[in-house]
């Protein structure tokens, strides 16, 4: 188990994209965060995700904040005013006129022809450089991609060793605004992230693949950063399978309508990790004792 004390005075946020109500790999998640809070003093910034324009929703945002509350989070309670995406355009603007003319192209390419170079199980692709060896003339709609340099990254992770990647070998480039104007993920969370001083990022191991174009983008927009990665475990439903907010019956919302309390729902969690616990119900305080990071 590595020294929680070495994250003493660090920042990280909780980020959720507000396309659809939390699951318990968002609680679990969450009470890694308060954790963190509690026993080392580390800073948890609140940030609302609402990049995807067409599907974020105000309801999923005011169920988000409020189920932080009713969880009695106390990292949310000295959390300043959560900020959004959607009102920060004209940052990412600023940022992307930051990386050199050589390392951006415009892309005409549809997404189903992305679909189709998809090789792994993130549906991921190694670009194929068409927009960057045939340039679209003229194109009415299009997006930005940015060509990431061959070389490798390093990033230091908390609970194992460096995280050694090559963003070129593993995609090629990368969409930072798509042909209707919406900025990726993968830009604005890197862009955010220098923005408000966060130098630790707890996420789940689901994307521990994408560390090294995350520190690539923030080197090409000219910006030393080197944040301290803590990559999680998962939370898996009965068949094994990740959760997703597309399942609404998994909803921590929908549980609470039903009349379950933050410890059956948080006791729901733990029997999903730990199989031998029996108990049907479980506390904050209780459960972030038994985690081990």
């Not at 939370?235 to 997703?244: A, E, G, H, I, R």
Request: proline share 3%.
């Amino acid at each position: 188990m590595s020294d929680l004390s070495s994250l003493s005075g660090k920042t990280t946020r909780f980020a959720p994209s507000i396309t659809g109500y939390l699951h318990l790999g968002h609680l679990y998640h969450l009470l890694i965060l308060e954790k963190l809070y509690r026993d080392t003093g580390v800073k948890v910034l609140v940030r609302l995700e609402d990049h995807d324009t067409l599907r974020s929703r105000k309801d999923y945002e005011m169920v988000i904040l409020d189920l932080l509350d009713w969880f009695g989070f106390e990292f949310f309670k000295d959390s300043p005013e959560p900020i959004k995406q959607s009102d920060r355009n004209d940052i990412y603007e600023e940022a992307l006129a930051k990386i050199s003319t050589s390392s951006v192209f415009k892309c005409t390419c549809t997404r189903s022809r992305l679909k189709n170079l998809s090789q792994n199980k993130w549906y991921e692709y190694h670009y194929d450089g068409n927009c960057l060896e045939n340039p679209p003339v003229n194109p009415k709609e299009f997006g930005w991609r940015v060509l990431f340099d061959n070389r490798l990254m390093e990033a230091s992770e908390f609970t194992s060793d460096k995280i050694i990647q090559n963003p070129f070998q593993q995609i090629h480039s990368s969409i930072l605004k798509n042909h209707i104007g919406q900025w990726s993920y993968q830009f604005a969370v890197v862009v955010d992230d220098i923005a408000q001083g966060v130098d630790l990022v707890v996420r789940g191991k689901d994307v521990i693949h994408t560390t090294g174009r995350y520190l690539q983008i923030a080197n090409l927009l000219g910006v030393d950063f080197n944040p301290v990665f803590l990559h999680h475990p998962l939370v898996y439903d009965q068949n094994n399978q990740k959760l997703s907010k597309r399942f609404e019956s998994d909803a921590i919302h929908n549980w609470r309508l039903q009349g379950q309390t933050q410890e059956q729902i948080i006791g729901k969690l733990m029997k999903s990790l730990n199989s031998t616990f029996k108990d049907e119900s479980i506390n904050v305080k209780e459960f972030i004792a038994s985690i081990s990071l």
